[in-house]
């Protein structure tokens, strides 16, 4: 078991097993037949995108993107930008986007607005977390694994200052 006297469990491994697992069944159903992209944002969803995709039985694609608003600590610059784009077309697609956390709303925003430039068939958004008292822009998520306080959350993928991102549950991080 992991200790750190900076980080108390929020939500646990197993809780996030049995949450991906339920998620990847009703994208399984929900994609059924349509040719899927999974467009995981780096870094923070990549864990999070790894135990979904394997999850679901579907034949899809996968792709990963870089977008940053958080350039060091903890709070966001508001502005979100593109850090690596992704290598495929995405015209025709289906895409879903895989999001560690929806904050404010800023980022996934700018990237459905980015990708319908792009002329997808549709696009879905997952987040793991949605934390709904931070939103500044409402956007639509279609499938999101857990509603969570203010608080800086690490582990599972999420981090600060690129650190705790392999802790196997989701912790609040005491920063005082």
């Given at each position: ?14 809780q996030l097993k049995t949450r991906v697992q339920e998620m990847a069944q009703e994208m ?14 780096l870094k923070g969803a990549l864990v999070f ?128």
């Amino acid at each position: 078991m992991y200790s750190d006297q900076h980080v108390t469990m929020l939500i646990s491994e197993t809780q996030l097993k049995t949450r991906v697992q339920e998620m990847a069944q009703e994208m399984t159903r929900d994609f059924q037949g349509k040719e899927l992209t999974v467009v995981a944002v780096l870094k923070g969803a990549l864990v999070f995108c790894s135990d979904l995709i394997r999850s679901m039985d579907l034949p899809l694609e996968m792709e990963v993107l870089g977008v940053s608003s958080y350039p060091t600590g903890a709070e966001t610059t508001g502005e979100a930008r593109l850090t690596f784009d992704l290598t495929k077309p995405l015209a025709g697609k289906h895409l879903l986007l895989v999001e560690d956390i929806v904050d404010t709303g800023l980022t996934v925003d700018f990237l459905k607005k980015t990708f319908e430039a792009r002329q997808p068939a549709s696009i879905r958004v997952c987040a793991l977390l949605h934390k709904p008292s931070r939103t500044r822009v409402q956007v639509p998520i279609d499938y999101m694994g857990f509603s969570v306080e203010d608080h800086f959350l690490v582990g599972y993928g999420l981090d600060y200052e690129e650190r705790y991102r392999n802790l196997p549950f989701i912790g609040v991080l005491n920063l005082g």
